[in-house]
């Protein structure tokens, strides 16, 4: 089971690249604010653009700093302005370990994963990030898994993301109830570059569907 048997399902936007999304996203209503630290990706940061966006961050929002399969000391850097870390690469136990932050793993749901054995082995995890697996893609795909592989009873926290938007948010609380929602393309006019209305869209969803 949880060891989080009761609450309200938390928001977690990430892809964050610019002030204004920022701050539409806090406006909104959002929990969590995701920075992708990852090169490869559409919608990566360097450290200073990550030290000057985390900077607007208000109190009681988490910033959330990702990571796929990156040196320790990078990443040690980048922790400075971040209060959770998320690996979402092949990073074994022991390297998340060596975060200064508190930290959750990305598990990307290929047909063969065994959950119950993960939320064993990423023991000092503080939850599990659950993703569409696409080979050759770490995260952002923009595309959702079946929500019914989920076991209901996990000893982890679910953050659950992938493909997720305002038109399939709703189902996807009731159904899992998971610990909290993620979302990038889903909000998105284009790859890095937030829509407010759709931040907003979003946020309502998860709450209506808790009501
Ligand atoms: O967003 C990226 O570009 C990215 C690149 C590499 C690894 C992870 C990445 N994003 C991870 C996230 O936390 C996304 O929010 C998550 O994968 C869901 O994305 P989406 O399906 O677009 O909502």
């Known amino acids: 089971m949880s060891p989080v048997s009761s609450y309200r399902t938390r928001v977690k936007i990430c892809g964050l690249t610019r002030a204004e999304d920022i701050d539409a996203a806090v406006a909104a209503g959002a929990d969590a604010l995701g920075f992708v630290m990852w090169p490869g990706s559409p919608r990566a940061l360097d450290l200073e653009r990550l030290a000057a966006l985390t900077a607007r961050v208000p109190a009681f929002v988490t910033r959330v700093g990702l990571f796929v399969d990156q040196s320790p000391a990078f990443i040690r850097a980048c922790e400075a302005h971040l209060d959770l870390v998320q690996f979402h690469g092949d990073e074994a136990p ?113 709450f209506l569907a808790q009501e």
């Open 94 to 206: 022991a390297e998340c370990c060596e975060a200064t932050r508190p930290w959750v793993k990305a598990l990307r749901m290929r047909d063969d994963i065994d959950l119950a054995r993960a939320a064993h082995d990423y023991a000092a995890a503080r939850g599990l990030l659950l993703d569409a697996y696409k080979p050759g893609v770490p995260g952002g795909t923009g595309e959702t898994f079946d929500w019914g592989r989920i076991p209901a009873s996990l000893e982890k926290p679910v953050i659950l993301a992938g493909g997720l938007d305002a038109s399939n948010v709703g189902e996807a609380v009731r159904m899992v109830h998971p610990y909290a929602v993620d979302v990038s393309g889903g909000v998105e006019q284009a790859k890095g570059i937030k829509d407010p209305d759709k931040i907003r869209a979003f946020v309502r969803q998860v």
